[in-house]
Protein backbone atom coordinates (compact mmCIF):
# COMPACT_ATOMS: atom_id res chain seq x y z
CA UNK A 1 0.00 0.00 0.00
CA UNK A 2 3.01 2.32 1.04
CA UNK A 3 4.26 1.84 -2.36
CA UNK A 4 1.47 2.73 -4.60
CA UNK A 5 0.97 5.99 -2.82
CA UNK A 6 4.26 6.53 -3.45
CA UNK A 7 3.66 5.31 -7.26
CA UNK A 8 0.73 7.65 -7.65
CA UNK A 9 2.88 10.85 -5.96
CA UNK A 10 5.21 10.30 -8.17
CA UNK A 11 3.03 10.46 -11.13
CA UNK A 12 1.33 13.58 -9.87
CA UNK A 13 4.77 15.28 -9.24
CA UNK A 14 5.85 14.90 -12.74
CA UNK A 15 2.58 15.61 -14.63
CA UNK A 16 2.68 19.02 -13.04
CA UNK A 17 6.46 19.08 -14.01
CA UNK A 18 5.23 18.54 -17.75
CA UNK A 19 2.51 21.56 -17.17
CA UNK A 20 4.72 23.72 -15.68
CA UNK A 21 7.28 22.98 -18.48
CA UNK A 22 4.95 23.04 -21.48
CA UNK A 23 3.58 26.96 -20.00
CA UNK A 24 7.14 27.95 -19.59
CA UNK A 25 7.20 26.82 -23.25
CA UNK A 26 4.54 28.71 -24.19
CA UNK A 27 5.48 31.71 -22.78
CA UNK A 28 8.25 32.15 -24.69
CA UNK A 29 6.59 31.21 -27.96
CA UNK A 30 4.47 33.76 -27.03
CA UNK A 31 7.16 36.42 -26.43
CA UNK A 32 8.88 36.03 -29.36
CA UNK A 33 5.63 36.42 -31.65
CA UNK A 34 5.45 39.93 -29.75
CA UNK A 35 8.64 40.63 -30.83
CA UNK A 36 8.30 39.39 -34.56
CA UNK A 37 5.17 41.73 -34.92
CA UNK A 38 6.70 45.10 -33.27
CA UNK A 39 9.55 44.39 -35.69
CA UNK A 40 7.14 43.96 -38.97
CA UNK A 41 5.35 47.24 -37.15
CA UNK A 42 8.18 49.11 -37.52
CA UNK A 43 9.64 47.88 -41.00
CA UNK A 44 5.98 49.42 -42.11
CA UNK A 45 6.46 52.85 -40.42
CA UNK A 46 9.71 53.31 -41.68
CA UNK A 47 9.09 52.24 -45.52
CA UNK A 48 5.62 54.56 -45.17
CA UNK A 49 8.00 57.79 -44.21
CA UNK A 50 10.70 56.64 -46.90
CA UNK A 51 7.45 56.94 -49.46
CA UNK A 52 6.42 60.12 -47.86
CA UNK A 53 9.81 61.46 -48.48
CA UNK A 54 9.76 59.96 -52.06
CA UNK A 55 6.77 61.96 -52.70
CA UNK A 56 8.09 65.01 -51.39
CA UNK A 57 11.57 65.05 -53.37
CA UNK A 58 9.31 63.95 -56.86
CA UNK A 59 7.13 67.04 -56.18
CA UNK A 60 10.17 69.49 -55.64
CA UNK A 61 11.63 68.26 -58.80
CA UNK A 62 8.46 68.57 -60.67
CA UNK A 63 8.37 72.28 -59.72
CA UNK A 64 12.22 72.91 -60.25
CA UNK A 65 11.75 71.55 -63.78
CA UNK A 66 8.73 73.50 -64.40
CA UNK A 67 10.55 76.77 -63.24
CA UNK A 68 13.30 76.34 -65.84
CA UNK A 69 11.00 75.24 -68.32
CA UNK A 70 9.11 78.34 -67.90
CA UNK A 71 12.08 80.56 -67.55
CA UNK A 72 13.81 79.30 -70.67
CA UNK A 73 10.08 79.91 -72.25
CA UNK A 74 10.45 83.57 -71.44
CA UNK A 75 14.09 84.20 -72.32
CA UNK A 76 12.76 82.78 -75.64
CA UNK A 77 9.98 85.09 -76.15
CA UNK A 78 11.48 88.54 -75.06
CA UNK A 79 14.97 88.24 -75.55
CA UNK A 80 15.59 85.92 -78.74
CA UNK A 81 12.51 86.58 -80.29
CA UNK A 82 11.38 83.15 -80.92
CA UNK A 83 7.40 82.56 -80.56
CA UNK A 84 5.01 79.76 -81.17
CA UNK A 85 3.68 80.10 -84.70
CA UNK A 86 0.25 79.93 -82.84
CA UNK A 87 0.84 83.12 -81.09
CA UNK A 88 1.79 84.36 -84.26
CA UNK A 89 -1.93 84.19 -85.11
CA UNK A 90 -4.11 87.10 -84.95
CA UNK A 91 -7.95 86.75 -83.93
CA UNK A 92 -10.10 86.02 -87.07
CA UNK A 93 -14.19 86.58 -86.94
CA UNK A 94 -16.57 87.16 -89.27
CA UNK A 95 -19.38 89.15 -89.13
CA UNK A 96 -23.10 89.26 -90.85
CA UNK A 97 -25.32 91.66 -91.15
CA UNK A 98 -28.65 91.16 -93.43
CA UNK A 99 -32.42 92.81 -93.57
CA UNK A 100 -35.33 93.29 -94.84
CA UNK A 101 -37.14 96.53 -95.03
CA UNK A 102 -40.36 98.19 -96.47
CA UNK A 103 -40.96 101.75 -97.25
CA UNK A 104 -43.91 103.22 -97.76
CA UNK A 105 -42.65 105.59 -100.98
CA UNK A 106 -41.27 103.64 -103.86
CA UNK A 107 -39.12 106.41 -104.50
CA UNK A 108 -35.38 105.76 -106.11
CA UNK A 109 -33.66 107.91 -103.32
CA UNK A 110 -35.65 104.90 -101.05
CA UNK A 111 -34.80 101.98 -103.15
CA UNK A 112 -31.57 102.03 -104.08
CA UNK A 113 -28.67 102.97 -101.37
CA UNK A 114 -27.20 106.04 -101.44
CA UNK A 115 -25.75 108.73 -99.13
CA UNK A 116 -29.09 109.09 -97.45
CA UNK A 117 -30.36 105.68 -97.02
CA UNK A 118 -29.10 102.01 -97.02
CA UNK A 119 -32.21 100.80 -99.39
CA UNK A 120 -36.16 99.55 -98.41
CA UNK A 121 -38.15 97.47 -100.35
CA UNK A 122 -35.91 94.39 -100.82
CA UNK A 123 -33.60 91.68 -98.97
CA UNK A 124 -30.24 93.40 -98.65
CA UNK A 125 -26.80 91.84 -97.22
CA UNK A 126 -25.63 95.21 -95.93
CA UNK A 127 -22.36 94.02 -94.70
CA UNK A 128 -20.04 91.28 -94.46
CA UNK A 129 -17.42 92.05 -92.06
CA UNK A 130 -14.05 90.41 -91.98
CA UNK A 131 -12.17 91.27 -88.21
CA UNK A 132 -8.53 90.40 -87.46
CA UNK A 133 -6.60 91.47 -84.33
CA UNK A 134 -3.31 90.75 -82.45
CA UNK A 135 -0.99 92.36 -80.41
CA UNK A 136 2.25 92.89 -82.87
CA UNK A 137 4.99 93.32 -79.24
CA UNK A 138 4.59 93.93 -75.90
CA UNK A 139 3.77 97.94 -77.00
CA UNK A 140 1.60 98.15 -80.13
CA UNK A 141 -1.34 96.40 -81.41
CA UNK A 142 -2.91 96.43 -84.68
CA UNK A 143 -6.48 95.90 -85.83
CA UNK A 144 -7.85 95.63 -89.94
CA UNK A 145 -11.49 95.44 -90.37
CA UNK A 146 -12.82 94.31 -94.34
CA UNK A 147 -16.26 95.56 -95.34
CA UNK A 148 -17.36 93.41 -97.86
CA UNK A 149 -20.66 94.04 -100.14
CA UNK A 150 -22.62 93.76 -103.34
CA UNK A 151 -20.40 97.15 -104.03
CA UNK A 152 -16.74 95.00 -103.52
CA UNK A 153 -14.28 94.96 -100.73
CA UNK A 154 -13.33 98.10 -98.73
CA UNK A 155 -11.21 98.63 -95.69
CA UNK A 156 -12.94 99.69 -92.56
CA UNK A 157 -9.92 100.11 -90.84
CA UNK A 158 -6.47 99.44 -90.60
CA UNK A 159 -4.19 100.62 -88.40
CA UNK A 160 -1.45 99.79 -85.44
CA UNK A 161 -1.49 101.71 -82.12
CA UNK A 162 1.42 102.49 -79.90
CA UNK A 163 0.35 102.42 -76.19
CA UNK A 164 2.21 103.14 -72.94
CA UNK A 165 4.43 106.48 -74.57
CA UNK A 166 5.64 109.40 -72.39
CA UNK A 167 2.80 111.68 -71.13
CA UNK A 168 -0.13 108.81 -70.96
CA UNK A 169 -0.44 108.97 -74.80
CA UNK A 170 -0.46 106.07 -77.03
CA UNK A 171 -0.58 106.75 -81.31
CA UNK A 172 -2.43 105.19 -83.81
CA UNK A 173 -1.44 105.31 -87.67
CA UNK A 174 -3.37 104.01 -90.74
CA UNK A 175 -7.14 103.61 -91.88
CA UNK A 176 -9.35 104.61 -88.75
CA UNK A 177 -12.77 105.86 -87.74
CA UNK A 178 -11.71 109.06 -86.10
CA UNK A 179 -12.85 110.17 -82.40
CA UNK A 180 -15.63 112.19 -82.42
CA UNK A 181 -19.07 112.54 -81.21
CA UNK A 182 -20.90 109.58 -79.34
CA UNK A 183 -20.97 107.43 -82.30
CA UNK A 184 -18.50 107.80 -85.14
CA UNK A 185 -15.82 104.75 -83.97
CA UNK A 186 -19.38 102.49 -84.01
CA UNK A 187 -19.06 100.29 -86.60
CA UNK A 188 -22.46 100.42 -88.18
CA UNK A 189 -23.68 96.55 -86.86
CA UNK A 190 -23.37 98.17 -83.55
CA UNK A 191 -25.23 100.92 -83.44
CA UNK A 192 -28.32 100.91 -80.71
CA UNK A 193 -30.47 101.60 -83.54
CA UNK A 194 -30.30 100.13 -87.26
CA UNK A 195 -29.06 102.91 -88.59
CA UNK A 196 -27.11 106.37 -87.63
CA UNK A 197 -28.83 109.62 -86.41
CA UNK A 198 -29.90 111.43 -89.68
CA UNK A 199 -28.22 114.36 -88.25
CA UNK A 200 -24.45 112.21 -88.96
CA UNK A 201 -26.07 110.69 -92.15
CA UNK A 202 -26.58 114.32 -93.46
CA UNK A 203 -23.11 115.64 -92.09
CA UNK A 204 -20.88 112.45 -92.45
CA UNK A 205 -22.73 110.10 -94.79
CA UNK A 206 -24.30 106.41 -93.79
CA UNK A 207 -21.37 104.97 -91.75
CA UNK A 208 -19.42 107.77 -90.24
CA UNK A 209 -16.28 108.90 -91.38
CA UNK A 210 -12.79 107.70 -91.57
CA UNK A 211 -9.16 107.95 -93.26
CA UNK A 212 -5.98 107.20 -93.68
CA UNK A 213 -3.95 109.10 -90.79
CA UNK A 214 -2.65 109.54 -87.46
CA UNK A 215 -4.28 109.96 -83.89
CA UNK A 216 -2.58 110.87 -81.09
CA UNK A 217 -4.77 109.91 -77.47
CA UNK A 218 -3.79 111.73 -74.10
CA UNK A 219 -4.83 110.54 -70.74
CA UNK A 220 -5.65 114.49 -69.11
CA UNK A 221 -5.14 115.51 -65.38
CA UNK A 222 -8.64 115.65 -64.36
CA UNK A 223 -10.68 118.49 -65.82
CA UNK A 224 -13.75 120.24 -64.03
CA UNK A 225 -14.19 117.09 -60.80
CA UNK A 226 -14.07 114.36 -63.16
CA UNK A 227 -13.01 110.64 -62.61
CA UNK A 228 -11.16 110.75 -65.82
CA UNK A 229 -10.14 113.12 -68.84
CA UNK A 230 -9.04 112.67 -72.56
CA UNK A 231 -8.11 114.41 -75.70
CA UNK A 232 -7.82 113.17 -79.19
CA UNK A 233 -6.26 115.03 -82.00
CA UNK A 234 -6.63 113.07 -85.60
CA UNK A 235 -4.99 114.19 -88.61
CA UNK A 236 -6.70 112.24 -91.30
CA UNK A 237 -7.16 112.25 -95.34
CA UNK A 238 -11.07 112.18 -94.97
CA UNK A 239 -13.50 110.40 -97.26
CA UNK A 240 -15.89 111.56 -99.45
CA UNK A 241 -19.31 112.61 -97.52
CA UNK A 242 -22.10 115.28 -97.62
CA UNK A 243 -19.57 117.74 -95.81
CA UNK A 244 -16.16 117.47 -97.37
CA UNK A 245 -17.00 116.88 -100.95
CA UNK A 246 -12.88 116.79 -101.46
CA UNK A 247 -11.12 113.48 -103.23
CA UNK A 248 -7.83 115.25 -103.33
CA UNK A 249 -5.14 113.14 -101.66
CA UNK A 250 -4.18 116.34 -99.75
CA UNK A 251 -7.65 116.74 -98.44
CA UNK A 252 -6.44 116.85 -94.55
CA UNK A 253 -9.22 116.91 -92.13
CA UNK A 254 -8.20 118.31 -88.49
CA UNK A 255 -10.30 116.99 -85.49
CA UNK A 256 -10.21 117.42 -82.20
CA UNK A 257 -12.19 115.36 -79.15
CA UNK A 258 -12.39 115.99 -75.61
CA UNK A 259 -14.59 114.04 -73.45
CA UNK A 260 -14.82 114.32 -69.48
CA UNK A 261 -15.86 110.77 -67.42
CA UNK A 262 -17.85 110.92 -64.27
CA UNK A 263 -18.44 107.80 -62.03
CA UNK A 264 -22.14 108.82 -60.49
CA UNK A 265 -22.32 105.35 -58.45
CA UNK A 266 -21.31 102.40 -58.51
CA UNK A 267 -24.01 101.19 -60.92
CA UNK A 268 -23.73 104.39 -63.30
CA UNK A 269 -21.37 107.00 -65.17
CA UNK A 270 -21.91 110.18 -67.32
CA UNK A 271 -19.60 111.37 -69.80
CA UNK A 272 -19.67 114.80 -71.98
CA UNK A 273 -17.75 115.36 -75.38
CA UNK A 274 -16.81 118.25 -77.50
CA UNK A 275 -15.88 117.83 -80.52
CA UNK A 276 -14.85 119.36 -84.06
CA UNK A 277 -13.50 118.53 -87.49
CA UNK A 278 -12.31 121.03 -90.25
CA UNK A 279 -11.00 120.56 -93.36
CA UNK A 280 -11.70 121.76 -97.06
CA UNK A 281 -14.61 121.30 -99.20
CA UNK A 282 -13.80 121.49 -102.26
CA UNK A 283 -11.08 121.02 -104.28
CA UNK A 284 -11.99 123.72 -106.91
CA UNK A 285 -13.18 126.66 -104.60
CA UNK A 286 -10.79 125.18 -101.59
CA UNK A 287 -13.56 126.55 -99.45
CA UNK A 288 -13.41 125.70 -95.84
CA UNK A 289 -15.95 124.00 -93.30
CA UNK A 290 -16.05 123.19 -89.75
CA UNK A 291 -18.45 121.21 -87.95
CA UNK A 292 -18.63 121.12 -83.92
CA UNK A 293 -20.52 118.26 -81.83
CA UNK A 294 -21.47 118.61 -77.97
CA UNK A 295 -22.45 115.59 -76.71
CA UNK A 296 -24.05 113.63 -73.22
CA UNK A 297 -23.89 109.98 -72.53
CA UNK A 298 -25.69 108.45 -69.27
CA UNK A 299 -25.78 104.85 -68.37
CA UNK A 300 -26.85 103.11 -65.81
CA UNK A 301 -26.12 99.03 -65.02
CA UNK A 302 -26.65 97.65 -61.53
CA UNK A 303 -23.74 94.96 -60.97
CA UNK A 304 -25.97 92.89 -59.72
CA UNK A 305 -28.39 93.00 -62.28
CA UNK A 306 -26.69 93.64 -65.47
CA UNK A 307 -27.70 90.27 -67.51
CA UNK A 308 -31.24 91.63 -66.62
CA UNK A 309 -31.21 95.19 -66.82
CA UNK A 310 -29.46 98.02 -67.83
CA UNK A 311 -30.24 102.08 -69.48
CA UNK A 312 -28.12 103.96 -72.06
CA UNK A 313 -29.48 107.57 -72.77
CA UNK A 314 -27.57 109.68 -75.31
CA UNK A 315 -28.02 113.13 -77.19
CA UNK A 316 -26.06 115.55 -79.06
CA UNK A 317 -26.31 118.64 -80.72
CA UNK A 318 -24.23 119.41 -83.98
CA UNK A 319 -23.58 122.95 -85.34
CA UNK A 320 -21.49 123.64 -88.71
CA UNK A 321 -19.99 126.20 -90.48
CA UNK A 322 -19.83 125.85 -94.33
CA UNK A 323 -17.70 128.33 -97.02
CA UNK A 324 -19.05 128.90 -100.24
CA UNK A 325 -18.63 130.91 -103.21
CA UNK A 326 -22.17 132.70 -102.15
CA UNK A 327 -21.21 133.07 -98.25
CA UNK A 328 -20.90 130.72 -95.27
CA UNK A 329 -23.73 128.46 -94.85
CA UNK A 330 -24.63 127.67 -90.99
CA UNK A 331 -26.29 124.33 -90.44
CA UNK A 332 -27.62 122.76 -87.38
CA UNK A 333 -29.20 119.20 -85.95
CA UNK A 334 -29.55 117.17 -83.00
CA UNK A 335 -30.64 113.42 -81.99
CA UNK A 336 -31.72 111.56 -78.22
CA UNK A 337 -31.81 108.07 -78.85
CA UNK A 338 -32.19 105.35 -75.60
CA UNK A 339 -31.66 101.80 -75.68
CA UNK A 340 -32.65 99.67 -72.99
CA UNK A 341 -32.43 96.22 -71.43
CA UNK A 342 -35.75 95.11 -70.33
CA UNK A 343 -34.79 91.00 -69.74
CA UNK A 344 -32.00 88.71 -69.89
CA UNK A 345 -32.62 88.81 -73.98
CA UNK A 346 -34.98 91.85 -74.76
CA UNK A 347 -33.67 95.18 -75.36
CA UNK A 348 -36.33 98.12 -76.13
CA UNK A 349 -35.09 101.56 -78.06
CA UNK A 350 -36.56 104.74 -79.65
CA UNK A 351 -35.11 108.01 -81.50
CA UNK A 352 -35.57 111.38 -82.11
CA UNK A 353 -33.57 113.65 -84.42
CA UNK A 354 -33.29 116.66 -86.53
CA UNK A 355 -31.00 117.86 -89.22
CA UNK A 356 -30.57 120.36 -91.63
CA UNK A 357 -28.43 119.52 -94.97
CA UNK A 358 -25.17 120.93 -94.51
CA UNK A 359 -25.09 122.48 -97.99
CA UNK A 360 -28.93 124.07 -97.20
CA UNK A 361 -30.24 124.92 -94.15
CA UNK A 362 -33.40 125.22 -95.53
CA UNK A 363 -33.83 121.64 -96.03
CA UNK A 364 -34.24 119.46 -93.39
CA UNK A 365 -35.29 115.66 -92.34
CA UNK A 366 -36.73 114.87 -88.83
CA UNK A 367 -36.65 111.10 -88.25
CA UNK A 368 -38.34 108.96 -85.35
CA UNK A 369 -37.76 105.44 -84.37
CA UNK A 370 -38.54 103.35 -82.23
CA UNK A 371 -36.88 99.33 -81.74
CA UNK A 372 -37.37 96.22 -80.36
CA UNK A 373 -33.86 93.25 -80.22
CA UNK A 374 -34.07 89.49 -79.50
CA UNK A 375 -30.72 88.27 -78.51
CA UNK A 376 -30.55 84.90 -78.94
CA UNK A 377 -27.04 84.86 -77.70
CA UNK A 378 -24.16 87.35 -77.37
CA UNK A 379 -23.63 86.40 -81.08
CA UNK A 380 -27.05 86.22 -82.53
CA UNK A 381 -29.40 89.10 -82.58
CA UNK A 382 -32.49 89.86 -84.48
CA UNK A 383 -34.05 93.62 -84.66
CA UNK A 384 -37.37 94.64 -85.77
CA UNK A 385 -37.46 98.72 -86.23
CA UNK A 386 -40.12 101.28 -87.18
CA UNK A 387 -39.12 104.83 -88.68
CA UNK A 388 -41.27 107.65 -89.71
CA UNK A 389 -38.31 110.06 -91.69
CA UNK A 390 -40.51 113.43 -92.08
CA UNK A 391 -38.45 115.27 -95.00
CA UNK A 392 -39.01 119.14 -96.64
CA UNK A 393 -36.33 118.01 -99.15
CA UNK A 394 -36.70 119.22 -102.96
CA UNK A 395 -32.78 119.08 -103.83
CA UNK A 396 -30.94 115.82 -102.80
CA UNK A 397 -27.78 115.10 -103.96
CA UNK A 398 -27.61 118.07 -106.67
CA UNK A 399 -30.98 116.78 -108.07
CA UNK A 400 -33.73 118.70 -108.08
CA UNK A 401 -36.46 116.25 -107.60
CA UNK A 402 -38.51 116.37 -103.79
CA UNK A 403 -37.46 113.50 -101.74
CA UNK A 404 -40.77 112.32 -100.15
CA UNK A 405 -41.52 111.34 -96.51
CA UNK A 406 -42.17 107.89 -95.64
CA UNK A 407 -43.03 105.48 -93.17
CA UNK A 408 -40.80 102.53 -93.04
CA UNK A 409 -40.76 98.66 -91.11
CA UNK A 410 -37.08 96.97 -91.25
CA UNK A 411 -36.02 93.13 -89.93
CA UNK A 412 -32.61 93.16 -89.22
CA UNK A 413 -30.53 90.21 -88.43
CA UNK A 414 -26.54 90.03 -87.65
CA UNK A 415 -24.50 87.38 -86.15
CA UNK A 416 -20.92 87.04 -85.30
CA UNK A 417 -18.27 84.26 -85.35
CA UNK A 418 -14.80 84.51 -83.55
CA UNK A 419 -14.01 86.65 -80.66
CA UNK A 420 -14.93 90.10 -82.06
CA UNK A 421 -18.66 90.03 -81.39
CA UNK A 422 -20.80 93.02 -81.81
CA UNK A 423 -19.38 95.39 -79.11
CA UNK A 424 -18.30 99.25 -79.33
CA UNK A 425 -15.33 99.86 -80.95
Request: glycine fraction near 6%; proline fraction near 4%.
Amino acid sequence: MKYILLIVFLLLVATLAEGQEKHIRDSIDYSILLRRLESIENKILMQQKEDELKLLLEDADQLSTKQVKEEIDITKKFQSGERQQQGLNPNFSVLGDYYSAISSENNKFNQEPSNFTHGYNGIYMRSLELSMVASLDPFTRGKAFLDINKKGVSIEEAYMEIINLPLNMSLKAGVFFPEYGLLNRYHTHALPQFNRPQVCVSYFGLDGFNGMGLALNFLLPKLLFSDASSLDLSLVNGNYNNSFMSESPGNLLYVGHLKNFYDLSEASYLEYTISAIGGKNNDITQDFSWIGSFGIHYKWQPPSKSKYKSSDWRAELYYGSRETPLGIERSKGFYALFHNKVSARFWFGGRIGYSELPYDASQYIWDYTVNIDFWQSEFVFFRLQYQYNNRDIFNIMNEPVIYPSDHAVLLQISWAMGPHKHEAY
